[in-house]
């Protein structure tokens, strides 16, 4: 009897697993993935208090045009002190008048476009929010599917070690192996149901952020039928479309606006404001007296006061010009680089699809061919299923980087790549296998603030 036949079961078995993964079909989006982020948007405080903060300033634009308020001036005077001599003497009476302050014409339209530049500033920041959250959700939903993955990865090769490890013990069994064979079968099984526990908890949590994100409970399912190669085809933005889309730039370009209106309103305030009264003072027996009258301010402090802050003004503008290039700059930086990890990353998957995973199962084939022949030991086939496994889930991790660079361009973050994370397939030997592309970024949780723009854009 030649025990490695028993190995048979195991390749039929694997062998679905071994087809090479269908290509995307951007024509299709996940229903699941557009809940999600229907929920999130309809649900999430943050969003609610960006759009609390537009409607706030949009109230604040009407006020800005209104006239000062009136006033009204009552008062008495008398003659002499001894009783009230009104209707008796013709210099005693009330009086009544109404005052009503008049800006220098412009003034007030000017005002009203301040208010109004304010609005887009804090519609800007509402975009932020809104880009940022979809963005949490489209990374952690990535993140879930690559988990789920890795899982499904584990899952084949805990199938593999079970079926090697029975014929280990065969062969040992019958003479024609070694212990050693079957101790080191048994280690990987063990150093594996680590990796699977861990990656459980790493399943769990990546749930737990999607249902923080939409508001729900932490332990609410989250059923996936999709899988990373099911998500939309990363594509490239042209730095101009970028730009348009880009909720720091337009709230850079809106400051500069509102700064440019502060200055000509501060030019204005070199001017005097007006205040028309207008005043009865009735007098008793007598016939009542009446006044009209127009004061003017003098502004006679206007080398310490107002023309300061015209320089004030033209220095702040000048500021937010360079912060409108500086954003600009930063923003086309972070578009050309993530272009070229976008047109890299599709090499690297498509090099996995055409030739990295074939040539490695046709290794993993032919190393199990070798060891059932009896002319190669087992620790090489071993190897080379991790190399497999190495490679396999080396392909996952590119798929969910080129999501990673392809969310981040979509969302015009001026921050580094924000990447998404996976789980750890645990064993060791499986550094055997290719390593995935690293991706320059720095780790953030779904969901959470992305420290990613100017310090005006922060709420």
């Not at 993955?149 to 490890?165: I, P, V, Y």
């Not at 889930?393 to 969302?411: D, K, S």
């Not at 723009?453 to 922060?458: Q, V």
């Amino acid at each position: 009897m030649r025990a490695p036949l028993r190995l048979l079961p195991a390749l039929v078995l694997l062998a679905p697993a071994l087809a090479q993964v269908p290509q995307p079909d951007p024509f299709s989006p996940d229903p699941v993935l557009s809940g999600l982020i229907r929920e999130a948007l309809a649900e999430h405080p943050d969003l609610r208090r960006a759009d609390a903060a537009v409607r706030m300033d949009e109230e604040r634009v009407p006020q800005a045009g209104v006239l000062p308020d009136p006033s009204i001036s009552l008062g008495l005077q008398n003659d002499g002190f001894q009783k009230l001599q009104i209707g008796r003497m013709e210099t005693s009476f009330y009086s009544v008048a109404f005052t009503q302050p008049l800006p220098w014409p412009g003034k007030r339209a000017l005002r009203q476009q301040v208010a109004a530049l304010a609005v887009d500033f804090s519609d800007a920041t509402r975009v932020r929010v809104q880009l940022g959250l979809e963005a949490d959700v489209r990374r952690g939903y990535a993140a879930l599917l690559l988990i789920r993955e890795q899982r499904h990865l584990q899952g084949q090769q805990a199938l593999f070690l079970e079926q090697a490890e029975q014929l280990a013990r065969t062969r040992y069994e019958v003479g024609q192996g070694s212990q050693g064979d079957l101790l080191r079968a048994q280690l990987e099984r063990t150093r594996l149901q680590q990796a699977v526990w861990s990656l459980e908890a790493e399943e769990r949590s990546a749930v737990a952020g999607l249902n923080r994100l939409r508001q729900h409970e932490p332990a609410d399912p989250i059923p996936t039928t999709a899988v990373l190669a099911d998500l939309p085809e990363p594509a490239t933005l042209a730095p101009e479309a970028v730009e348009a889309r880009s909720p720091e730039l337009a709230s850079a370009r809106a400051t500069v606006k509102q700064t440019e209106k502060q200055l000509e309103l501060a030019k204005l305030d070199r001017r005097p404001d007006f205040a028309l009264t207008a005043g009865i003072m009735p007098r008793g027996a007598f016939d009542p007296m009446w006044q009209v009258g127009i004061s003017i301010s003098l502004p006679i402090y206007g080398r310490t006061k107002q023309q300061r802050a015209v320089a004030e003004h033209e220095h702040h503008r000048q500021g937010q010009g360079s912060e409108v290039e500086s954003v600009r700059t930063l923003l086309r930086q972070r578009t050309e680089e993530r272009t070229l990890q976008i047109t890299a990353l599709r090499r690297i998957r498509d090099l996995y699809r055409e030739g990295l995973l074939v040539q490695s199962e046709a290794s993993f084939r032919a190393s199990l061919a070798q060891y059932e022949a009896g002319r190669a030991p087992f620790l090489g086939a071993l190897e080379a299923l991790n190399g497999w496994v190495g490679d396999q889930a080396a392909f996952l991790q590119t798929q969910a980087q080129l999501q990673a660079q392809h969310i981040a361009l979509a969302e015009c973050a001026l921050g580094p790549t924000v990447p998404v994370a996976g789980g750890s397939l645990g064993s060791a030997s499986i550094a055997a296998g290719a390593a995935a592309p690293a991706v320059r970024s720095t780790a953030k949780a779904p969901g959470k603030a992305q420290d990613s723009g100017p310090a005006s854009m922060k709420m």
